[in-house]
């Protein structure tokens, strides 16, 4: 069954930081409904076991399935790299689309890394320790060079709201210093949080032909052409944003509007198993 | 019944932190053997509901009690604050006194906070936001003042290694800008890893009359007062120290050398319900 073009995109992620990619659908697809779901009660996932990851996951997409989205969007490192296949293969059944920020990222990295071939990855230990966008990047062109480091202090410090202070610039010149004369021809923010830090980012490594790609802003142009594709534009209204989270509603609603820039209105707790 | 003399000291940690109070056990009581439990798979503790925690902390106790401990010392902030009064009734039945970090700290800042009264606590967002030390060292002294401040940034920090380089450094005279004009008594570092930002809190507060509070060196001492008492004290052989976790049991390893300053003997994992 077609979904309807009037229901919302569902965006998910193990806490807030998928907000960034949230953000970057409500400024391509401003007309789209979406609905946002944090598992604040449970994350972090990185440190968790890929079942226990699956699992969740699809706790998760049920969800936003009974809810009535018309594609899911896995806004989640850890998840895209664990779940994106069983959440893909339960969503098919649905005839729901699944996007991930790994593979779009990866996709969007490729494109501009035809020159020298040289691609950087950052992400958190979890992401980086698991290899996840060397196999998708490898997948999609096994001549690229991938170099790839953890930051991982990055999420704290975006947390404390500190992405372009004296501090966040030190800590970026550390994790960032092998980079430097490398020439990279693309730089992939492999965690939601990091797209925050891209101006700083951007003053360290220079403009010389580095394209730094957030995934946020790729899955958000794969969803546009997606739902071009399918015929599955929501063009009625200007959208709005519901937010669900499993614990902590206050909390995230404080770090949304930091992440969004923006008051939020109310933020829901639900329970999931 | 009364514990046996030679059986081990129990200790247990939502994670890793909790390492320093068994190094503080280790140097004042260095014949004493340890089991540590640090329950890796479900950190952090300090995002999760009390009822929760509780739950976590009393099947800890348990294992802890499965392996004949003769005290139990909660290393974890969150623990102490949220289940202290349940851990303890738990090993009451079976003769196993219990103490915590929170209480220990603040028994210890209390006796140094005799002039001005004023006593400083830093701790994560969740012991901070808690109340908890204001709430034990209200009930020691009802005269204290106290000022408390949440370092969020600090044990990412501490995890990543750095605690006296100039990152550190910055981000902790940030931290601790209020507390410089204020003439603290004493300064209670509440969260199980700040003892190892010790020397860099020392330089930035300096030396003018205020005792930093390592509540891992206050249970320590708590534990062999206690056990001088009761006629417990191991004097048998050199102590030797056994770690458990419930997940990445190499990950522990390696951050576990780096607190403890020395190599460890195997990691068990095991699996608690």
Redesign the interface.
């Known amino acids: 069954m077609k979904p309807n073009k009037k229901a919302p995109i569902g965006i998910f992620d193990s806490g807030i930081g998928g907000l960034t990619v949230a953000k970057a659908v409500m400024e391509t697809l401003p007309d789209e409904d979406i609905i946002y779901f944090g598992d604040?009660?449970r994350?972090?996932y990185g440190?968790?076991?890929v079942e226990t990851v699956r699992e969740y996951a699809l706790q998760i997409t049920r969800f936003l399935i009974e809810r009535k989205v018309k594609v899911v969007l896995i806004a989640c490192n850890t998840v895209s790299a664990a779940a994106e296949f069983e959440v893909t293969e339960y969503c098919r059944n649905k005839g729901i689309p699944v996007l991930g920020v790994v593979k779009a990222g990866s996709i969007a990295a490729e494109k501009v890394s035809h020159d020298k071939k040289k691609v950087g990855v950052i992400g958190t230990l979890a992401t980086i320790g698991s290899g996840t966008y060397e196999k998708a990047l490898h997948e999609l062109n096994p001549d690229l060079k991938i170099y790839s480091k953890a930051c991982?202090?990055l999420?704290?410090?975006a947390?404390?709201g500190?992405t372009e202070n004296?501090?966040a610039r030190?800590?970026l010149e550390?994790y960032l210093s092998d980079f430097k004369n490398m020439k990279l021809d693309s730089l992939i923010l492999g965690c939601t949080h990091y797209p925050l830090f891209k101006k700083s980012i951007r003053e360290i490594l220079g403009n010389h032909g580095l394209q730094i790609v957030d995934s946020a802003i790729s899955i958000a142009e794969m969803t546009k052409k997606l739902l071009l594709e399918k015929d599955l534009l929501n063009d009625q209204h200007p959208g709005k944003l519901e937010c669900f989270v499993s614990?902590?509603p206050q909390r995230f609603q404080q770090l949304a509007e930091q992440f969004l820039g923006k008051r939020i209105n109310r933020v829901e707790i639900v329970s999931l198993t």
């Open positions: 604040t009660a994350v972090p440190i968790k076991s991982p202090l999420v704290p410090l947390e404390e500190w004296d501090i030190q800590i550390f614990d902590k």
